[in-house]
């Protein structure tokens, strides 16, 4: 089964595992300035800490669609802080969601086990910092530039398309040093895809066991759940969980979310009626 392996820490795969969403930033689509102040993104985290997430997930700039871009400084402003002090009070996994390559290098030096960029190490720098740094990485896949990737997203053969460009990815780290049991996969849900892409993904998610690596499962609040509910982000919940479990179903290993108890609970009771040995009372 799989496994994300750091210098000092294996956290296994064999059961699913939540990641906490962290974004210490003013404007991302569902909790934009919730976080911005490190104290509250720090507690934040150690509240997720105690719910039972084992990974989370820090953010310093949005990529919701037309998104502007935020300044190295500025990021690094917002997530060096944040890292540090969680590392201060756990060891759990720490991710740092960027696809600056300073920021991947300034982050796993104050403390972050995981790099998770949206742009699959393709910024100038990003695939040397990456091996230079010697952590997992997930790759995510998206048409375009965050800016640009919802205009007008069109693809030959959606699941072929998107399979080239992880094998194109894949080899790319390669070449650069960086080992293929150290990669995870984001399929990129409302990442330069229409809303009947997004289903059609979900729907083939299995299509993608063929790379033999780890599913991180992105779909949290987003608009693929607003658009086809008629809803706003606060309103997403019930979405989030049905489209969580019904990945869940289909092999995905890693659970991006923002609401984590709900996410965790949801994922109990579905173990439990999958294996009613789990239960012990």
């Known amino acids: 089964m799989y496994q994300i392996k750091t210098k000092n820490k294996i956290l296994s795969l064999d059961n699913p595992v939540v990641m906490g969403i962290i974004n210490t930033t003013p404007d991302s689509f569902s909790d934009g300035g919730k976080y911005l102040q490190t104290n509250k993104a720090i507690e934040q985290a150690l509240a997720m800490v105690e719910q039972g997430v084992k990974i989370l997930d820090i953010g310093g700039e949005s990529t919701r669609p037309g998104a502007p871009e935020v300044a190295l400084k500025e990021e690094l402003n917002r997530v060096i802080p944040v890292i540090e002090g969680i590392r201060k009070h756990t060891e759990l996994m720490i991710s740092i969601d960027t696809s600056k390559a300073e920021v991947m290098t300034q982050a796993v030096a104050a403390g972050a086990d995981i ?45 072929t398309d998107i399979k080239t460009f992880f094998d194109e990815r894949i080899d790319a780290c390669q070449q650069a040093g960086i080992n293929k049991d150290k990669l995870i996969l984001d399929l990129g849900f409302g990442f330069g895809k229409t809303l009947q892409h997004n289903y059609q993904l979900m729907n083939q998610i299995k299509a993608f066991d063929d790379f033999g690596l780890p599913m991180l499962l992105g779909v949290s609040r987003k608009s693929m759940i607003g658009k086809l509910l008629d809803n706003e982000a606060d309103q997403r919940l019930a979405g989030s969980l049905a489209a969580a479990l019904y990945g869940l179903q289909q092999g995905a290993h890693i659970f991006r979310v923002h609401d984590t108890q709900a996410t965790l609970d949801a994922i109990k009771v579905w173990q439990a009626c999958r294996n009613p040995s789990l239960v012990t009372q």
């Open 115 to 159: 790099i998770n960029d949206v742009c699959a190490l393709s910024l100038p720098g990003a695939l040397q910092a990456a091996a230079i740094a010697d952590v997992p990485v997930c790759l995510m896949h998206m048409q375009g530039t965050p800016r640009t990737m919802q205009l007008n997203p069109q693809y030959r053969d959606l699941i």
